[in-house]
């Protein structure tokens, strides 16, 4: 460890902001960045400054909390959380009362070392001095580029008339993902970063002008100067342009994007052109001796990704221009994450009214997203001309835009109905912006025009990111037992190392001397048969080593975690888009990742290319066996039900997004077949034996060795064998150590994800909603290979009745087999799909009974000793209910409120029975520490702290003397993967058999010495050579389901949970804000609740990605679009509730369990399903102002596209009439 932390490193550790870690380092500089510039910053300056930052682990409320303490409001929360206690301190007084323990802080922000910005390193002078000398041009000639720094604007002309077809780079944040990601190659690249008259910033009477290379956070910080300075009037255009800023990437991208970046990427979507275009900016041009300027209109950009420059000119600046009074000018941009991400559709909008009148003189409307380049709405704004500026003009535009903006069916980027839609919402917003500041303006000069309707008013209002509070209550652990470290919150183990930098994960191991590189050759077709391979351009790639292929395996090419069907390279066939067919090693990662884009493979193409559930329905392309679960009389249970309905749902896949990719480092130990493989793997023993199996050994010569991972989340169980097979091939074929580890695009391609569901139900229920009879039929998507998807299903059938007590009901799952790749584990492992689809049903049967949705939970929802346990809510039901029916029926016609209260029931064991057990060993020393190895790996979720603990509370010694360096199959053999939420429960109760065991052969020594310490015992055990090392075994006992009989025990027990989640709906644009949630997790006495609550939180997060943010999108020939966070969006910093309350259920020890506890990593997650809900109770309130009432279908996820098209209205209309959707 660090010899000295500094205060942004422990307080992210402290406060429980770390799991995995791998986020940690990213997260810990953004906030240095922030605080060296701004010693006191807001909790707003905070969020801003992680808007480029990603943690799938911890739902980054502990991050926020910790650092909260830097910020001026000084770790308060507002007062939001007051009736439950101050956010920081927890110190909570209505939640208990006298006859429970008094709720202890998961950290003591007293313990965190003071920011001394005094302390702080210096930017080094000689780099400050640097920049004062002259100029010099700079020149980097490399295998493939060269790269030239001019130092004056005559030199970059005359080089760009040198190199017409040079590329002119400056913040690299476009370039530089088309050369890594779309494959194209600039041999010339031209730096003007540093040219003065790219840098300039000057007033001219018409505007600001702004040089080519000003980055965009240097252009925010001037427009923000002049609209401190100027007239309101005058700044129209001004913040327009910093509202697209404010969403605009994140704070990491706005430091080095350049604005003429942005104008010459003329990218379809660009945020800020739409502005530039409809505010008719100026732009000067420049050639060698030529120079010109030209207004951006509707012909700048004259097709994809063009400008009208000619080759050998460069943009100099843009003028950007004040406006007048009597101009309104606003822009908008909608993306399916509010945060860093991409639009959907943006646009600018500038009117001008006569003098004295709200008759328009001029109006320029301007729309990206909406074709092959940002356009302007002519015929429209034609047609708006010398009109008042009233409900008729309201139509006339929404019937021209729908119109004019029109787009093919098949248009790239999909989601037509929705960016139509949005053309003619965006300007319905514009007008009642402009209609309320027109209003206002006007009756000063003692003219009357309408205003906005009071009930439209929140339509206008700009979305804003609250700032968060949150509460977290556990129950303490009782006086007395303070030496007791189970039930803790002490700090994961790692924190501090992860904090620093230190921790090592795969990737970090130090070179071996003659290491080599790989890289991944995969198939760009769906379903083929390969015809020919010829690797020879790759070959001849510097630094090129080898071709790996199936015929470099000396064992078996057939792999697979429960059955062999799938290969390790394809051989004559391949079933997926990014099918591994071979590898390249080479010298570097650079050369075998470019050579394997050399190699070219010759395809026949075969049919049919199966992509979707539905694709496999009509080709009856299935997995066997067909599962099914039975209870009760069915048939007998719709004849008795009052109604019958029938519904669907679909729910998309996710991926899983560790932040550390899939990694492996294969060692050829050079004798007897011997292999050392450093993996970042849930599944150390499988790893082991599947690389046996291909390499024609037996397991024993093959040692896996996990240190940590960054992240897994399930996909690290099965999937990460394939790559560590095809690295260990390799390291076999060349007989020197390989590394592999995968860039993200290449991960997401390879690996697959979360399984998609397709759910269609036929529910039979009473007048008062009570359920009596269920047939679902579900359809998973498990890709090309069966890998765990028949376990996956049955847990979505074992949970299809969620937390309810159906008398009745049948379950029928079908396993599809596509032409994807092989979908796997993801947390929760079917169980989340499973429930998704029981509450839509249950939704359903609400809104066909016209019943609030909790009477008909609670009159089907199961009761105390109906199950092995009970649900307990905590007692939501006075929650604002009534408040929001207000807010909906009388205040807001464009924004709703929904709630949901959604529970959940989550079975803790392997369905595969023989994966529940686990062996640990503990090796004492004659110094007394111990060394503790156990068949769990860690991911992040803690599980080698809470090992510690209760190796700690058995052995009676502190923490501190016990240390866990790694998992290894040469210390704990036949290990189960760390998967299923159990290994807690499994390795737990292995250690304390293995540690009871040390007991036991140190009792004597203890009965000698009684006032004799740990260390005493030990030595005085040791001479007298007693065995100091302990295997522990643990198997759950009494498990086992049979399907025949649909009779048996699946699960050791049940984990529960309930949450309730309030949302606020933008009607207009689909947008969300997740408003408030609160959740009471059962599990049961608490091993460590900090990790435990950062389990809930992290679960929750990810279930939120999974119902309302993240899709997959595939083409109709199986090729994934979205292969990396530019394109797929997790859940970001600004996605979290803005209040955030967990709640560890008191009193409810689990005497099934290790001390009392439950498993925690995975049930937590479907409680996300909340905010789905609390969304479809929204959309249920604006549906019902287009009168439509009763069920309606909403897939899964509830993005902006789907709350949009769902919210019908008079302008959904106008697009389908015009469009017939
Ligand atoms: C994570 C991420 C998030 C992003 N988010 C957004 C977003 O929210 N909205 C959005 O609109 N874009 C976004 N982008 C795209 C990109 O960041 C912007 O377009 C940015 O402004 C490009 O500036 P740059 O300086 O990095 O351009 P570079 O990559 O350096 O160059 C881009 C193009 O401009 C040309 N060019 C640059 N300067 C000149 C000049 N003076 N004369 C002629 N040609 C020139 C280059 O030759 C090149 O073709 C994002 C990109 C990333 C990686
Ligand atoms: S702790 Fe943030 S990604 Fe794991």
Redesign the pocket.
């Known amino acids: 460890m660090a010899s000295k932390l500094h205060p942004v490193q422990e307080r992210i550790a402290k406060a429980h902001g770390s799991q995995c870690g791998f986020c940690t380092p990213g997260i810990v500089m953004s906030m240095y960045a922030l605080l060296r510039n701004n010693p006191q910053p807001s909790m707003h300056d905070v969020q801003e400054a992680f808007q480029?930052n990603l943690c799938r682990c911890t739902g980054y409320r502990p991050i926020l909390e910790g650092y909260r303490s830097f910020t001026k409001d000084g770790g308060c929360c507002g007062g939001k959380a007051q009736s439950n206690g101050c956010c920081m301190t927890n110190e909570h007084t209505q939640e208990h009362d006298s006859s429970t323990l008094p709720v202890q802080k998961l950290y003591d922000q007293s313990e965190f070392m003071p920011l001394d910005p005094t302390q702080e390193i210096i930017f080094p002078p000689e780099l400050m001095s640097l920049s004062k000398q002259p100029q010099r041009e700079l020149r980097f000639a490399g295998e493939r580029v060269l790269w030239i720094q001019p130092c004056s604007l005559e030199e970059l002309l005359e080089l760009k008339a040198t190199y017409p077809n040079a590329?002119?780079?400056?913040?690299?944040?476009?370039?530089?993902?088309?050369m890594k990601f779309k494959n194209l190659f600039y041999p010339v690249i031209l730096a003007?970063a540093y040219i003065p008259e790219?840098n300039i910033i000057q007033n001219t009477q018409d505007g600001i002008q702004v040089g080519?290379?000003v980055?965009?956070t240097v252009l925010g910080d001037v427009l923000r100067a002049a609209v401190k300075k100027l007239p309101a009037h005058q700044t129209e255009v001004f913040k327009a342009v910093l509202e697209?800023l404010r969403?605009?990437?994140?704070q990491q991208?706005r430091n080095?994007?350049?604005?003429?970046?942005?104008?010459?990427?003329a990218?379809p979507?660009?945020?800020?052109?739409p502005v530039f275009m409809a505010a008719s900016c100026k732009l000067t041009?420049m050639s060698k001796g030529e120079k010109r300027v030209i207004e951006m209109d509707g012909k700048f950009f004259p097709g994809y990704r063009k400008t009208i420059?000619k080759p050998e000119?460069?943009?100099?600046s843009i003028e950007i221009p004040y406006t007048r009074k009597g101009q309104y000018f606003s822009a908008f941009?909608q993306?399916p994450r509010k945060e860093?991400?991409?639009?959907i559709v943006?646009c600018g909008m500038n009117v001008f009214f006569k003098e004295q009148s709200n008759i328009v003189q001029s109006i320029r409307i301007s729309y990206g997203g909406m074709a092959p380049v940002t356009v302007l709405a002519t015929a429209t704004c034609n047609r708006l001309l010398n009109r008042q500026w009233n409900e008729e003009l309201l139509e006339e535009a929404c019937t021209s835009l729908a119109e004019e903006m029109n787009l093919s069916p098949s248009a790239p980027g999909g989601m037509v109905t929705y960016r139509r839609t949005l053309t003619i919402s965006l300007f319905y917003k514009f007008f009642l912006n402009v209609q309320h500041k027109l209003s206002l303006d006007l009756l000063k000069e003692g003219v009357t025009v309408e205003d906005v309707r009071p009930e439209y008013t929140s339509a206008t209002e700009l979305f804003q990111l609250d700032s968060p509070s949150s509460v977290q209550l556990y129950q303490a652990v009782p006086p007395g037992y303070s030496d007791d470290v189970v039930g803790q919150p002490i700090m994961h183990l790692s924190a501090l190392k992860q904090a620093t930098g230190e921790a090592i994960y795969c990737d970090d191991i130090p070179c071996y001397e003659n290491e080599l590189h790989l890289a991944l050759v995969t198939s760009t077709k769906a379903h083929a048969l390969i015809k020919s391979i010829d690797t020879s351009d790759a070959m001849a790639v510097p630094g090129v080593v080898a071709f790996i292929s199936a015929k470099d395996i000396p064992g078996s090419n057939m792999t697979g975690p429960v059955v062999y069907d799938e290969t390790v390279f394809a051989d004559d066939k391949v079933t997926c888009v990014g099918h591994i067919v071979g590898a390249i090693v080479a010298d570097t990662q650079a050369h075998a990742q470019r050579a394997a884009k050399a190699v070219k493979i010759s395809y026949e193409e075969l049919q049919p290319v199966i992509v979707t559930i539905q694709d496999a329905i009509a080709n009856k392309s299935f997995f066997q066996p067909v599962r099914s679960i039975e209870r009760g009389d069915v048939a007998q249970g719709f004849k008795d039900s009052d109604h019958i309905l029938h519904g669907e749902m679909h729910i998309g896949g996710q991926e899983q997004f560790y932040l550390e990719t899939n990694c492996t480092l294969a060692v050829p130990r050079g004798e007897d077949g011997e292999m050392e493989l450093f993996v970042s793997t849930q599944s150390a023993s499988k790893t082991q034996a599947l690389v046996a199996k291909a390499l024609g050994v037996s397991a024993n010569r093959v040692v896996c060795r996990v240190k940590r991972m960054g992240g897994g989340f399930g996909g690290k169980e099965s999937r990460s064998t394939i790559l560590s097979t095809v690295v260990a091939v390799a390291a076999h074929t060349v007989k020197r150590p390989v590394r592999c580890m995968l860039d993200r695009d290449e991960d997401m391609l390879v690996t697959g994800g979360r399984h998609p569901f397709f759910g269609h139900y036929k529910v039979g229920y009473m007048n008062n909603g009570r359920v009596m009879a269920l047939e679902v039929t579900l359809y998973s998507n498990a890709g090309n290979s069966l890998d765990l998807s028949l376990s996956i299903l049955e847990r979505a059938l074992f949970h299809m009745d969620n937390s309810y007590n159906i008398p009745n009901i049948r379950g029928t799952g079908y396993v599809c087999k596509t032409n994807l790749p092989s979908n796997s584990a993801f947390r929760g492992f079917g169980g989340p799909q499973g429930m998704m689809i029981a509450e839509s049903w249950m939704s359903d049967v609400a809104l066909s009974c016209g019943l609030p949705a909790e009477e008909v939970h609670t009159n089907s929802l199961l009761l105390p000793g109906e199950e092995d346990e009970h649900v307990q809510g905590g007692g939501f039901h006075s929650l604002h209910f009534s408040f929001i029916n207000k807010f909906n029926e009388l205040q807001h016609r464009w924004t709703k409120r929904g709630l949901s209260i959604i529970p959940t029931k989550f079975g803790i064991s392997f369905t595969a029975v023989f994966l529940n057990q686990a062996g640990a060993l503990v090796l004492v020393y004659s110094d007394g520490s111990v060394l503790l190895t156990h068949g769990g790996t860690e991911m992040g979720q803690g599980l080698h702290t809470k090992m510690v603990q209760v190796a700690s509370k058995t052995l009676g010694i502190p923490c501190s003397k016990i240390h866990i360096t790694e998992t290894s199959t040469n210390t704990v053999p036949n290990t189960s993967p760390t998967a299923a939420s159990a290994s807690s429960d499994l390795n737990g109760m292995a250690i304390y058999n293995a540690c009871q065991t040390l007991l036991q052969r140190l009792q004597p020594y203890k009965d000698k010495n009684p006032k004799g310490c740990w260390e005493d015992w030990v030595k005085a055990a040791y001479f007298d050579r007693v065995h100091l090392s302990a295997n522990g075994f643990y198997k759950t006992p009494d498990l086992g389901y049979d399907f025949e009989t649909n009779s048996g025990r699946p699960f050791n027990y049940f984990s529960y949970g309930v949450a309730v989640s309030e949302v606020e709906i933008d009607c207009l644009t689909g947008s969300h804000k997740n408003l408030h949630t609160s959740i009471v997790m059962d599990v049961g006495k608490s091993l460590n609740p900090a990790l435990d609550i950062g389990q809930v939180e992290g679960g929750f997060m990810q279930g939120l990605g999974l119902f309302t943010l993240e899709e997959l999108r595939y083409s109709p020939d199986g090729y994934l679009y979205t292969r990396g966070?530019?394109m797929y969006k997790i859940p970001a910093f600004g996605d979290i509730p803005i209040e955030l309350k967990v709640s560890l259920l008191r009193d409810a020890p689990n005497e099934k369990a290790i001390f009392s506890s439950k498993a925690v990593g995975e049930p937590p997650l479907f409680l996300a399903a909340s905010v789905f809900y609390a969304i479809k109770d929204a959309i249920t309130a604006a549906r019902a102002e287009s009168n439509l009432t009763g069920p309606f279908r909403l897939d899964s996820p509830a993005t902006p596209e789907r709350i949009r098209n769902a919210c019908e209205d008079k302008f959904t209309k106008l697009v389908c009439s015009n469009f017939h959707c």
Do not use: H, Y
């Open positions: 480029g590329k002119l780079v400056v913040g690299n944040t476009e370039v530089g993902i088309e003007p790219l080519a290379s980055t965009l697209q969403w605009f990437a994140g991208i080095v994007a350049a604005v003429g970046g942005n104008i010459m990427t990218s979507i660009s945020d800020l052109n041009v420059l000119e460069i943009l100099l941009k993306s860093d991400d991409i639009a943006t966070p530019g």
